[in-house]
């Protein structure tokens, strides 16, 4: 699947969807190739505050656990439980229904210093 254009991206593999002050968080497909069969996902509960580079959960395959890292400050507003449920489904959609969290940004400009979708597809081929 070719990358959100508009997404911000981490060298540890998370995707950030900023909207305004907020932004949605999830893991990309490479992450999940590299993971092979996805079994379980731990996600923190809403209200919880991170700062950036934070481990806020876990997703587990049948070969690792990964931590999962904040890429940007802020406080979890709202967590997928579909993926919770159903952790397999990154492993067919992990940009659009398999978000992570919602979160809302502390200091939007943070997300400055992430990759872009090309300097991202770059590093996954270092």
Do not use: R
Request: cysteine-free.
């Amino acid at each position: 699947m070719a990358l959100p254009k508009n997404y911000k991206y981490t060298k540890e593999h998370e995707w950030l969807d900023v909207q305004g002050n907020s932004a949605v968080i999830g893991v990309t497909d490479f992450a999940v190739e590299q993971l092979g069969d996805i079994v379980h996902v731990d996600l923190p509960a809403v209200g919880k505050t991170f700062k950036a580079g934070d481990s806020f959960g876990t997703i587990e395959s049948t070969k690792t656990v990964s931590d999962l890292y904040m890429p940007a400050t802020g406080t979890i507003t709202e967590v997928n439980n579909a993926v919770k449920s159903a952790p397999e489904s990154l492993q067919s959609d992990s940009f659009k229904n398999g978000w992570l969290v919602k979160v809302q940004l502390s200091n939007p400009s943070e997300v400055n210093s992430l990759l872009d979708a090309a300097a991202y597809e770059t590093f996954t081929k270092e």
